[in-house]
């Protein structure tokens, strides 16, 4: 009887299991070592447990939060919140045009998630609703709001707009458009961390919507047959546009799509940044051991899915229920309860951001147009490509 | 109310015009000043224009018919009115120029609340009629429906050699002419008896002479070569061409001119060696200011003006109809240009109050545009007096046909060599020989003869001219 | 010279440039232990290691965008299509990714990839496995496409490929593999994308085909030249970007064109071709250009039909004595 048991609640501390190593990516051949397919078993059993972080249960000092951290990761979470309730705003005035995903609710899963991992070494790739993603790594917000008004000084230039933001300093290989479609691209990336031997990982973020695309299917395939340092973080923010993710699924778990691909998989709550943190330096941990795993994050977004989205699909409350386990006022709470800050000086803090988003959308408005030549930059390397009339 | 799109008269000489194309489909809206058809006069192929908004609702002419001037060839007017009464109105009236217009009528006519569906049927209505596949292997002649068929390369070719695309058969499909039937006209010019290059020298105006070499050139091949094994039975006894609207026009003015109009004809010998002599002065001035080079045929022209002014019978017309002869205050110098199809003639207005330079620049100028067929009518009107000139062929001298209304044309022959007594003594001479044809109604001898020796004086002494 | 057949010569390529530059690898189906679904690769998981000569899974949507992910990481992929065919499973990762990412992220990133792989006919495979892909994979501004004719140009043209900061799509072809031809043994024989190739010089008419249909046109060229007439072949060698300047340049010289292309007639190489023709050379055309192409059909399976929707070489040479006016 053959039995696959796979217990994965792994710590920082303890060794994850890392496949058996070879030479290259492709495992060898070796058909001496193969059972034979054909000598069938009893019974195929098998059983695998996913840890969960739950919100509340972790403490700053056991993740080796400061003072000054803690007040840093409250302000960042602001500055994305902020900053997309001033581009909602400046949406509804024109300034931005296109389309506008706001990922206002999710910013404990960005700003957690950053604190697993070295910004500006290892890599972040996400989908369309990356502009919390984009702060949360540094990115410049005056680049990212001149990117939303199609500006010159745009972090892309003008050129790439709300769902896609890059920044190559800090890492952060995109805002992508196409559901799902970017995250075989973030399993390439991990394949040349790999390649290189340069000791980083890749974290991939998609939306519980990818998990219905193929593409994620084989990604997670190749990640888990070429032992990539990856983790793949599955930001469950409830619907995948208007559809529910119990409508979408035949199982709503969605952490349980690691099974066939033989990883590890958790899942956590996304409106506390403690629990993020700390399931995400778990995984990155496996990750450094080239061990790929998923993240089940389970956040939620207040706003519709686009700005032109009323949200009519939810139920009634339950917007209400939700801004009740927010995520940055959670913080907050945390940080006067725990006399690490003063609501005065958390005040001040947050006017300084709307500052801040008030200097950006300046910048941005006082940011010239992108020159019409710089229409055929960017394209090619190549600098004389002879582009056709 | 639907409004009748009738032949307009698009030159003074016009009696018919031919609608080589429609430039608007029935159902199509059309404005005021835009143009739904081309119409081939005698002249020259013009845009017909229409001067009212509204769709058309009907042609009621094929592209190829002839149509008199005043016949009804199209109904304007608001989506799908009833254009019986129009119909009715010009059928009763002056009546459409062919069969087919006729038959269009009456069908409409008889079944006015059928005319949308007449109006589909119409053969250059749309898509099915156009789009029918042409048969494999169908030359239709090149200008078929009125438009030359040339690859761009022709076109190109023809337009940098100054070749008249009318006058070249295509060999490719469907009649396209192609780079191998321009190089072969080319070649064809090449060995043609040389004509000298400058404009006004080669306007020949005999009606008879220059066309008569092209025909030959042009069917050569035609025609059965020693050797060739043909028996003459299989061969066609000729080839057709049908007239065209100029050539018609030649025919009927000349016809008319030459059997209602008594002729007589006055020949003089002139001295060309002051003429001469003035010339080559006068071109080496413009040689130096780089304006363009005089002609003997400038200077005739010239001539003629000045001598005009001074006998103003000569100046004149014979109108019958009117019941009058009237003097022309104005002196305008036609001037006659053989052409591939005919024959058309520039007129030089005021020729008399311009100078020489300006003469040469607009003989010159009408002429290359006489050739291209884009004259318009106004520039080849009004003539009070015309010359034409064959000295180029060494004709040295003929009579011509009176161009109508004129009263006289001048003939002018070729300068010849010739020893002449000066001073009892024979020497080397250069002699033109000048036929005046004149119309006995209104100009006599004497009058003919007073003109003549003017322009005598004039070339004999071209510094007449500058006074 | 060597002779080299055109997998070889494709295969020395790769090798020489894996040899010079670590950052190199090559991944696709069956290209390690199988030694390449048509023995492209042989040899080379025994040179290189299974690091850099990965097999996977049929999954070209995750492959493909595994090597952009990783070309934008640093590396410098060389991904193999079993067959073009196949690309269009991740269709999105080449048009979306591949060739946009740059130009979204405001040249940030490059994406020095190469897909390579047979493209077109390959006999009787039916439909699916039948596509001419030039057309699809040209209209994407972002990428290159190239087409190599022979053994030599496919090494010269694919050193450059892989050394080209751009995402260059190779388009190979199973029929070809097997054909031998004489390849430079310069040391490092690289020939530049984006210029055509005037094979023989002519001034009666130009033909212009690449990969399988260049070998219809050299057979044209050839019968024409008994009946009298000098064809000028053009190889455009690289579909994007297309040196058009050769082409004008030779019609300004015959005044005809004739272009085979394999591809499906609607929107391809060939309609392309033409439109740019008559928008520089109108006035020195002497006839309206052609093209033989694959009919406009689905590919068959029978053979007959099969034989009468592929280019044929008597249909190539009868629009050359049309556009010549024979």
């Known amino acids: ?389 | 109310m639907a409004i009748p799109v009738d032949m307009p008269k698009l030159s003074d000489t016009m009696e018919e015009g031919v609608l080589v194309a429609w430039l608007a489909d029935e159902g199509e809206q059309v404005s005021a000043g835009d143009v739904i058809a081309q119409v081939e006069t005698d002249k020259a192929t013009m845009d017909l224009e229409v001067f009212d908004d509204g769709v058309l609702l009907k042609k009621l002419v094929e592209e190829g018919d002839a149509v008199d001037i005043g016949a009804l060839i199209a109904v304007l007017g608001d989506e799908g009115e009833d254009i019986s009464s129009v119909l009715e109105e010009f059928g009763a009236g002056e009546g459409a120029a062919n069969g087919e217009a006729e038959a269009a009528e009456a069908e409409a006519t008889e079944a006015p609340d059928e005319a949308p569906a007449t109006a589909e049927r119409a053969p250059s209505g749309d898509g099915a009629a156009q789009q029918a596949p042409v048969p494999a292997g169908d030359e239709a002649p090149a200008a078929d429906d009125g438009r030359i068929k040339a690859s761009p390369l022709a076109r190109r070719m023809a337009s940098q050699n100054e070749l008249d695309m009318a006058t070249i058969d295509g060999s490719g499909p469907q009649g396209r002419i192609i780079k191998r039937d321009i190089e072969q006209a080319l070649e064809a010019k090449e060995a043609a008896p040389a004509e000298e290059a400058p404009a006004a020298e080669e306007a020949p105006a005999a009606e008879e002479a220059a066309p008569a070499a092209e025909e030959t050139e042009a069917k050569a091949p035609a025609y059965q070569r020693p050797g060739d094994v043909v028996s003459v039975d299989d061969e066609d006894l000729y080839e057709a061409v049908p007239l065209s609207q100029m050539r018609k026009t030649i025919a009927r003015r000349l016809a008319e001119s030459k059997f209602t109009a008594p002729h007589f004809y006055l020949t003089i010998d002139i001295d060309m060696e002051g003429t001469i002599a003035f010339r080559k002065q006068l071109n080496d001035l413009t040689k130096a200011q780089e304006r363009p080079k005089v002609s003997f045929n400038d200077i005739i022209t010239k001539a003629c003006a000045t001598a005009l002014r001074k006998h103003p019978d000569v100046n004149s017309a014979y109108l019958e109809k009117e019941g009058e002869i009237r003097y022309y205050n104005q002196v305008h110098v036609g001037v006659a240009v053989a052409i591939d199809e005919g024959l058309v003639t520039p007129v030089i207005r005021h020729a008399d109050r311009k100078g020489l330079s300006q003469i040469a620049a607009e003989t010159r100028e009408m002429a290359g545009r006489a050739r291209e067929r884009k004259l318009q009518p106004a520039e080849m009107e009004g003539a009070t007096f015309t010359t034409s000139n064959l000295g180029m062929f060494g004709i040295e001298e003929f009579t011509a046909i009176i161009n109508p209304p004129s009263a006289c044309i001048l003939a002018i022959g070729a300068i010849r060599d010739e020893p002449v007594v000066k001073n009892g003594e024979v020497v080397p001479g250069k002699r033109m020989k000048v036929t005046l044809s004149c119309d006995h109604r209104v100009v006599d001898g004497a009058v003919g003869s007073a003109f003549l020796n003017t322009l005598q004086q004039h070339l004999e002494e071209p510094m007449n001219l500058l006074l | 010279m060597a002779e080299l057949q055109f997998r070889e010569a494709i295969r020395a390529a790769m090798t020489e440039e894996m040899e010079r530059d670590e950052d190199i690898f090559l991944i696709g189906e069956e290209v390690a232990e199988y030694d390449g679904a048509y023995k492209v690769s042989e040899g080379m998981l025994d040179q290189f290691g299974p690091k850099r000569v990965v097999d996977t899974p049929i999954s070209e949507n995750g492959f493909t965008g595994l090597g952009i992910g990783a070309a934008m990481n640093g590396l410098r992929p060389i991904v193999e299509m079993m067959t073009w065919n196949f690309s269009f499973v991740a269709f999105d990762q080449i048009l979306n990714n591949a060739a946009k990412i740059r130009y979204m992220s405001g040249g940030q990133f490059s994406f020095p990839i190469v897909f390579r792989g047979p493209n077109g006919a390959a006999g009787q495979l039916g439909a699916t496995h039948n596509t001419s892909v030039e057309s699809f994979y040209a209209h994407i501004p972002g990428l290159k496409v190239v087409s190599p004719s022979t053994p030599n140009d496919s090494k010269g043209l694919l050193k450059a490929s892989i050394r080209d900061n751009d995402p260059v799509l190779f388009l190979e072809s199973e029929r070809m593999y097997g054909l031998k031809g004489e390849v430079s043994d310069e040391e490092d024989y690289v020939l530049p994308l984006g210029q055509a190739h005037v094979v023989r010089e002519g001034d009666a008419v130009t033909l212009v085909a690449n990969g399988k249909d260049y070998y219809i046109a050299l057979e044209v060229a050839d019968r024409l030249a008994e009946d009298g007439h000098q064809a000028e072949v053009i190889d455009p060698r690289t579909i994007r970007p297309l040196d058009f300047d050769t082409i004008i340049a030779s019609i300004k010289k015959t005044n005809r064109c004739v272009i085979i292309d394999e591809s499906n007639p609607f929107a391809s190489l060939s309609s392309e071709i033409a439109f740019q023709i008559q928008e520089r050379a109108f006035d020195y055309l002497d006839a309206p250009v052609r093209r033989i192409t694959a009919k406009d059909v689905p590919a068959p399976y029978a053979k007959n039909l099969m034989d009468y929707y592929m280019p044929q070489a008597d249909d190539a040479y009868q629009a050359c004595r049309d556009v010549m006016y024979l």
């Not at chain 1, 973020?205 to 032992?227: I, T």
């Not at chain 1, 973080?233 to 035949?250: C, D, L, P, Q, S």
């Not at chain 1, 690691?258 to 956590?268: H, N, R, T």
């Open chain 1, 1 to 389: 009887m053959a039995s696959n048991s796979k217990e994965t609640s792994p710590t920082a501390t303890e060794e994850p299991q890392a496949s058996e190593s070879h030479e290259g990516f492709t495992k060898p051949q070796n058909e001496d070592a193969r059972p034979d397919p054909l000598d069938l078993p009893d019974a195929l059993e098998f059983e695998q447990t996913f840890k969960v972080y739950r919100g509340g249960t972790i403490k700053h000092d056991e993740l080796g939060f400061d003072t000054d951290t803690l007040l840093r990761i409250y302000r960042n979470m602001l500055l994305q919140r902020r900053f997309e309730e001033r581009s909602l705003q400046m949406y509804r005035k024109q300034n931005i045009s296109g389309f506008l995903h706001l990922y206002i609710g999710q910013e404990a899963v960005s700003t957690g998630a950053m604190q697993s991992i070295d910004v500006g070494e290892d890599t972040v790739i996400t989908a369309y609703r990356d502009h919390g993603m984009g702060l949360a790594m540094g990115m410049d917000p005056n680049a990212c709001m001149a990117e939303l008004f199609g500006k010159k000084d745009g972090c892309s230039k003008g050129k790439g707009g709300s769902m896609h933001f890059f920044s190559k300093e800090k890492r952060m290989f995109g805002g992508h458009g196409i559901v799902g479609q970017h995250i075989p691209v973030g399993t390439g990336i991990a394949f040349a961390h790999k390649y290189r031997g340069d000791g980083k990982v890749c974290l991939t973020f998609f939306g519980d919507g990818a998990v219905g695309q193929g593409a994620m299917h084989e990604a997670a395939n190749l990640a888990g047959l070429y032992d990539l340092p990856i983790v793949f973080v599955i930001e469950n923010n409830e619907y995948a546009m208007g559809t529910a993710v119990h409508r979408a699924f035949a199982d709503p778990d969605l952490c349980k799509q690691a099974v066939p691909y033989g990883m590890p998989a958790s899942i956590v709550d996304g409106m506390d940044v403690f629990s993020v943190t700390k399931a995400m330096r778990d995984h990155v941990a496996m990750a450094r051991q080239n061990q790929p795993s998923f993240v089940e994050v389970r956040t939620y977004r207040y706003q519709g899915h686009s700005v032109s989205d009323p949200a009519n699909y939810r139920t009634k409350g339950e917007l209400d229920q939700k801004k009740g386990e927010d995520a940055i006022i959670r913080l907050k709470s945390y940080l006067v309860q725990h006399d690490l800050s003063t609501n005065e000086a958390l005040d001040d803090i947050d006017d300084e951001v709307k500052q801040q988003v008030l200097d950006a959308i300046d910048f941005a408005e006082n940011s010239p147009l992108p020159d019409l030549e710089a229409i055929y930059e960017d394209v090619y390397t190549q600098d004389d490509y002879p582009f056709l009339a």
